[in-house]
């Protein structure tokens, strides 16, 4: 873990949010590489998971919202984590995190539990008083869930169909760990699909199913590899008070294997508990449906993406870290050099062919910072799956040469079949 968080702030993926004033636990700021890497993560699933499909809708609801959504969906009341101090140094934990029951700082006693709300209070408006009080939402599903009548109401759907949302969700966090996997600030892309109340499992069970065998193939087509996911059937007596079932998918993360996202049937407990009704037009029938929740968490997919390709070789001698990403999540698709940059006429062709490309393939870089092997080295850190190098002998025939980042095979193409070469490989 220690190597990539390096790597990712020495590269411009992740720096430590508000660093030059000491920074603030639990916040990260995502830097041009990260946000790329963060952009094609979350492309992909709504191409997959909304645009690939005919009976889902996308929303975008405000992050704002009024303190009597999170009454009736239970957050105000039971949203919380067990919080011990110790009465020695003071230090706040989280009680299901301890392994044992003192202070794992300075082995002081600790204070009983008690339960701490990890909704972010704020207050909209001039006045500060318990009428202007809202939160800033611990989970993007609520919106969706209040906007269930309005979709209705706008596109008459018929059941089954979900509905979709990218976000931003906050939670305050006593011990925020383990770099971007347990923050305070986070982003979200949550699905609610909604189905007619079942009678029983034989109704429910092979779309739920359905669902798990299509988040597994859409993690393996980003680069998780199979054998590192594990789904783990979260026990009754562990079960959230809303599920009726719930698959957590984990992931062998360098600090241990934990959740990466988590698919639960959450029955009808929102809908009913806002009072959203469905009239069934074929059937005459009014009903409460029920619903699945897939719910990624978009940085600790990022975080599980970048163990995933983190990787240490050697290639021609010489040691070296290389990010394996896939072609389709890589923040960066190819990387162009002059051989020389002290060279006018291989600059100049350089960056034509950079021009040429750019209008076909994104994103790209243009790079002549170091010689030719550090630039190579630097492309790997980041990931580049395909460096093209322009060199003399390009100016005689019109081929450059085309470097595999995994192998380090080098081909020579011509500059005219450049583009669909470089497109069949992506």
Request: glycine share 6%; aromatic share 12%; net charge neutral.
């Amino acid at each position: 873990m220690e190597k990539i968080i390096s790597l990712t702030k020495r590269r411009g993926f992740i720096y430590p949010g508000s660093e030059i004033y000491g920074g603030l636990a639990g916040t990260w700021d995502y830097g041009p590489l990260g946000l790329t890497l963060k952009n094609n993560v979350k492309n992909s699933w709504w191409k997959r998971f909304v645009e690939g499909r005919d009976d889902m809708y996308g929303i975008d609801a405000a992050i704002l919202m009024n303190a009597k959504v999170w009454e009736a969906s239970g957050h105000v009341a039971g949203f919380s984590d067990p919080l011990v101090e110790c009465k020695r140094c003071h230090r706040r934990f989280r009680a299901d995190y301890l392994a044992e029951k003192k202070c794992p700082e300075c082995s002081g006693e600790l204070t009983e539990e008690k339960h701490f709300n990890m909704m972010f209070k704020t207050n909209a408006g001039p006045v500060e008083d318990t009428a202007s009080k809202v939160y800033l939402r611990p989970e993007t599903a609520q919106g969706m869930f209040v906007n269930f009548g309005n979709i209705i109401d706008s596109f008459h759907p018929k059941l089954p169909f979900g509905l979709a949302q990218v976000g931003k969700a906050f939670r305050n966090e006593i011990t925020p760990k383990d770099f971007i996997f347990r923050a305070r600030e986070f982003e979200q892309m949550e699905i609610e699909y909604f189905i007619k109340p079942p009678k029983d499992e034989k109704e429910w069970r092979p779309l739920f199913d359905r669902w798990v065998k299509e988040i597994k193939q859409w993690l393996e087509s980003i680069g998780i590899k199979k054998e590192s996911i594990h789904e783990y059937d979260v026990p009754k007596e562990d079960l959230a008070h809303y599920s009726k079932k719930t698959i957590d998918f984990q992931y062998d993360y360098p600090f241990k294997r934990d959740e990466l996202l988590g698919f639960a049937y959450r029955t009808d407990f929102d809908l009913k508990a806002h009072n959203m009704i469905y009239y069934d037009e074929e059937t005459k029938e009014n009903f409460i449906s029920h619903v699945f929740e897939p719910s990624f968490g978009l940085d600790r997919l990022v975080l599980a993406l970048l163990c995933e390709a983190y990787t240490e070789d050697e290639m021609n001698g010489e040691k070296r870290v290389v990010l394996k990403f896939k072609p389709n999540i890589a923040p960066i698709k190819i990387a162009v050099f002059p051989l020389l940059k002290n060279k006018p006429e291989l600059v100049k062709k350089a960056k034509e062919v950079f021009a040429e490309l750019k209008k076909e393939i994104q994103p790209i870089v243009f790079d002549d910072n170091g010689n030719i092997g550090k630039r190579y080295r630097r492309q790997d850190e980041i990931g580049t799956p395909y460096c093209v190098t322009i060199d003399f002998d390009t100016l005689e025939n019109d081929t450059v040469t085309v470097r595999d980042r995994d192998t380090g095979q080098q081909e020579r193409v011509k500059i005219k079949e450049l583009v669909s070469f470089l497109k069949n490989k992506f």
